[in-house]
């Protein structure tokens, strides 16, 4: 977190949001607490987090609690200033990366759990995208380690999928292939490289546990309607 105020702090003087962005952002943050003036401006009481809302500007005055900062950072992320467009097509090396992944973290801890799953998903395919972007091969294995370390958390995350939440089963097995078939992509530049082969494998666990899931819910979904039938002859 201190690093990602750090960088917001950077961009200051770059950064510029939209009229209609900053304009819901502020109507959001008052109708929270109750408002009081201030040297002419507005104080909107977040918990232990406060924001001024002043002549167009956003500033963070921060208290024990990072929680309310964290959603505004959020907010600023999904702003789409030019700015932060440069930082979400960032690579690693580039200047505005770790301010991309820093604030990737902050919607990962701010997720719910039926939102999680596909989160992790979407980041991984980021991180797919990335490494096929790099040219430099010494670059490319941490970011196929950060795919693996990605897959094995959706692997874990899958035994939370609902029973009979086909869509999200038939989602992330369609993810999976795509994963899969980029990651062999990858090895076809690398050749046989231990890290992107550690990948795939965990891809193809993933795919395997996603199979089992998808015939253990087609069994229940036959079964109750055994039943179901059965319940209409007895009628």
């Known amino acids: 977190m201190k690093e990602l105020f750090t960088q917001l702090k950077s961009l200051k003087s770059k950064t510029a949001p939209r009229e209609e962005w900053k304009k819901e952002t502020r109507k959001s943050l008052l109708s929270l607490r109750p408002t009081s003036e201030a040297s ?3 104080w909107a009481v977040l918990g232990s987090a406060r924001v001024l809302l002043g002549d167009g500007v956003l500033v963070l005055n921060l208290g024990k609690s990072a929680l309310m900062v964290a959603l505004v950072c959020v907010a600023f992320w999904e702003s ?16 505005l990366y770790s301010l991309k992944r820093a604030l990737e973290d902050t919607k990962l801890r701010l997720a ?4 999680l799953l596909r989160l992790k998903v979407s980041l991984v395919e980021e991180r797919l ?7 430099d091969h010494s670059k490319i294995r941490p970011v196929l380690e950060e795919i693996k370390k990605g897959v094995d958390s959706i692997g874990i995350q899958i035994a939370g999928i609902k029973k009979g939440d086909t ?3 038939a989602l992330v097995n369609q993810k999976a292939e795509e994963l899969g ?17 550690a990948a795939i494998t965990s891809v193809e666990q993933v795919s395997i546990q996603l199979s089992q899931l998808k015939e253990k819910n087609d069994q229940e979904e036959e079964q109750s309607k055994k ?9």
């Open 40 to 42: 002419g401006s507005r």
């Open 80 to 95: 789409g200033s030019a700015t932060v467009n440069v930082a979400k097509n960032s690579l690693p090396g580039d200047n």
């Open 112 to 115: 719910s759990q039926d939102d």
């Open 129 to 135: 995208r990335e490494a096929s972007t790099i040219e």
């Open 167 to 169: 869509e999200t089963v």
């Open 181 to 197: 078939k980029g990651l062999n992509e990858i090895k076809g530049k690398l050749g046989e490289d231990f890290v992107v082969q």
């Open 227 to 235: 039943e179901e039938a059965v319940v209409e002859e007895v009628k």
